[in-house]
């Protein structure tokens, strides 16, 4: 019995669930559309709820009195026209009708009424018309309120003539409603047009913070001052704060392994004075390889923890990057192929950019005898592939490769004559700049690196 209970709730409940989760898919992602349908939701359906009021309430009850006095003045003609038989000439009939009724009558010989004309689409006031004159007419009638010039023609089957009435439409219809549709219209877009504007200023400052976030993402300098909202200019302050934190931090830290290098290239350097004091000899010149191996690896890793965050963004041509690396990898006798689509400018820091591809192509260099480089631009991201056709990396191994000083398996040995850290400082600038870089196997049967940078 608890089970069916259960049940019976949790039915409701999903049927609630799939129609909040259908209604979220098709509402607006953006903050500017959906505050619009904020503003603009309630006016449609306040002013909805105001017309079908009116429509139901005002509207049709003035249409039911006007309509009901039609109808008896409709049946009183008919009455006057059987109460005086004597008014051959229908004189009495006629100035009732024009002075006092407001009416045109006509008396027609004896004939069948027409057939029903077909009822326009909103035929309240057939209906309406239809309704009383049944209350009020103990005769047939026929009604016809399509007629041009604004007039509604009624035809009455008397026993020896056929009265046939025309009347203004204004006299059994509230023509004139169609004002309050035009000032509610009127009201509702100049209402809306007010929201329109007034949002689109509170909602700019925070495209404008989204911008700077962006921009200062990818490794650029934006100018960026706190405006709009009190809200959205605190947001906007703690940006600016936290910009300067990061940058002092860069600082501090540029500082710091500009003095640790400078140290440890003093020592090096009276390492280097003391091997060339000590001659020629076997054991000076194995200590000199461990000096320089020494160096080279105080060097990359000085290289990787400083980055290269004190170099100015700029326009940069990376097509033009890749032709020198290009041109440099064919003086190694190694078959390398550049193909470029698209503009090939973007904002970038031109040395470390550089360097990004320089340490890939390197890679590829040391491991493959055919090199292909492919650029291509799609106006919001600009991608490099380069494909080698060297023995590649186990799949399952593709992201430790990116870990600095990590050692792979002999085949692709990082300790071969570098420092291992190539990968991690290419990643490293690819992601400085707001992109990435992903490592697959390639279709020349090696490794493939895509960096992809944001334009």
Same mark, same amino acid.
């Given at each position: 019995?608890?089970?069916?209970?259960?049940?019976?709730?949790?039915?409701?409940?999903?049927?609630?669930?799939?129609?909040?989760?259908?209604?979220?898919?098709?509402?607006?992602?953006?903050?500017? /559309?959906?505050?619009?349908?904020?503003?603009?939701?309630?006016?449609?359906?306040?002013?909805? @709820?105001?017309?079908?009021?009116?429509?139901?309430?005002?509207?049709?009850?003035?249409?039911? #009195? %006007?309509?009901?006095?039609?109808?008896?003045?409709? @049946? /009183?003609?008919?009455?006057?026209?059987?109460?005086?038989?004597?008014?051959?000439?229908?004189?009495?009939?006629?100035?009732? /009708?024009?002075?006092?009724?407001?009416? &045109?009558?006509?008396?027609?010989?004896?004939?069948?009424?027409?057939?029903?004309?077909?009822?326009?689409?909103?035929?309240? %006031?057939?209906?309406?018309?239809?309704?009383?004159?049944?209350?009020?007419?103990?005769?047939?009638?026929?009604?016809?309120?399509?007629?041009?010039?604004?007039? *509604?023609?009624?035809?009455?089957?008397?026993?020896?003539?056929?009265?046939?009435?025309?009347?203004?439409?204004?006299? @059994?219809?509230? !023509? =004139?409603?169609?004002? $309050?549709?035009?000032?509610? !219209?009127?009201?509702? *877009?100049?209402? *809306?047009?007010?929201?329109?504007? $007034?949002?689109? =200023? &509170?909602? #700019?400052?925070?495209?404008?913070?989204?911008?700077?976030?962006?921009?200062?993402?990818?490794?650029?300098?934006? +100018?960026?001052?706190? !405006?709009?909202?009190?809200?959205?200019?605190?947001?906007?302050?703690?940006?600016?704060?936290?910009?300067?934190?990061?940058?002092?931090?860069?600082?501090? #830290?540029?500082?710091?392994?500009?003095?640790?290098?400078?140290?440890?290239? !003093?020592?090096?350097?009276?390492?280097?004075?003391?091997?060339?004091?000590?001659?020629?000899?076997?054991?000076?010149?194995?200590?000199?390889?461990?000096?320089?191996?020494?160096?080279?690896?105080?060097?990359?890793? %000085?290289?990787?923890? #400083?980055?290269?965050?004190?170099?100015?963004? @700029?326009?940069?041509?990376?097509?033009?990057?890749?032709?020198?690396?290009? +041109?440099?990898?064919?003086?190694?006798?190694?078959?390398?192929?550049?193909?470029?689509?698209?503009?090939?400018?973007?904002?970038?820091?031109?040395?470390?950019?550089?360097?990004?591809?320089?340490?890939?192509?390197?890679?590829?260099?040391?491991?493959?005898?055919?090199?292909?480089?492919?650029? +291509?631009?799609?106006?919001?991201?600009?991608? *490099?592939?380069?494909?080698?056709?060297?023995?590649?990396?186990?799949?399952?191994?593709?992201?430790?490769?990116?870990?600095?000083?990590?050692?792979?398996?002999?085949?692709?040995? &990082?300790?071969?004559?570098?420092?291992?850290?190539?990968?991690?400082? /290419?990643?490293?600038?690819?992601?400085?700049?707001?992109?990435?870089?992903?490592?697959?196997?390639?279709?020349?049967?090696?490794?493939?690196?895509?960096?992809?940078?944001?334009?």
């Amino acid at each position: 019995m608890s089970m069916d209970i259960l049940e019976a709730f949790s039915a409701p409940r999903r049927l609630w669930r799939g129609f909040a989760g259908w209604l979220h898919q098709r509402m607006p992602k953006g903050l500017y /559309a959906r505050a619009l349908l904020i503003v603009i939701l309630p006016i449609v359906l306040l002013q909805s @709820a105001v017309a079908y009021v009116y429509m139901e309430r005002h509207w049709e009850a003035i249409t039911d #009195r %006007l309509s009901a006095s039609v109808a008896r003045d409709v @049946a /009183a003609l008919a009455d006057i026209y059987a109460s005086f038989p004597q008014d051959k000439s229908h004189e009495i009939l006629s100035r009732i /009708a024009i002075l006092d009724l407001n009416m &045109q009558v006509m008396v027609l010989e004896k004939q069948a009424l027409p057939a029903a004309a077909p009822k326009p689409f909103f035929s309240l %006031l057939d209906h309406t018309l239809t309704r009383e004159l049944k209350r009020r007419l103990k005769n047939p009638f026929w009604i016809d309120t399509t007629e041009p010039g604004n007039v *509604v023609e009624i035809r009455v089957a008397l026993d020896d003539a056929t009265l046939q009435i025309l009347t203004s439409r204004t006299q @059994a219809y509230a !023509t =004139n409603s169609y004002i $309050f549709f035009i000032w509610t !219209t009127v009201a509702s *877009v100049v209402i *809306v047009a007010i929201a329109t504007s $007034f949002l689109r =200023n &509170q909602v #700019r400052p925070i495209l404008r913070l989204a911008r700077a976030a962006e921009e200062f993402g990818k490794g650029r300098n934006p +100018a960026f001052r706190p !405006t709009g909202a009190r809200e959205v200019r605190q947001a906007g302050a703690a940006f600016v704060e936290m910009k300067r934190r990061v940058e002092r931090a860069i600082e501090q #830290r540029t500082t710091m392994l500009n003095g640790v290098s400078h140290d440890l290239r !003093t020592i090096i350097t009276r390492f280097k004075l003391s091997l060339a004091l000590m001659g020629q000899g076997n054991e000076a010149l194995e200590m000199r390889k461990d000096v320089d191996e020494m160096e080279r690896i105080v060097e990359a890793y %000085l290289a990787f923890a #400083r980055g290269d965050g004190g170099e100015a963004p @700029a326009q940069t041509d990376i097509g033009a990057i890749l032709k020198d690396l290009q +041109a440099d990898t064919e003086k190694l006798r190694i078959d390398a192929r550049l193909e470029a689509r698209g503009n090939p400018v973007i904002v970038a820091r031109p040395g470390a950019v550089r360097r990004l591809f320089a340490n890939l192509i390197g890679n590829a260099q040391r491991y493959g005898k055919r090199i292909d480089i492919s650029l +291509a631009n799609d106006g919001k991201i600009l991608t *490099v592939t380069i494909d080698d056709d060297g023995p590649g990396i186990p799949v399952d191994r593709l992201e430790d490769a990116f870990r600095p000083f990590y050692r792979l398996d002999e085949s692709r040995n &990082q300790d071969h004559g570098n420092s291992g850290l190539g990968l991690a400082i /290419a990643r490293d600038i690819a992601r400085a700049h707001g992109g990435e870089i992903d490592l697959a196997r390639g279709p020349l049967g090696g490794l493939r690196a895509t960096v992809t940078l944001p334009v």
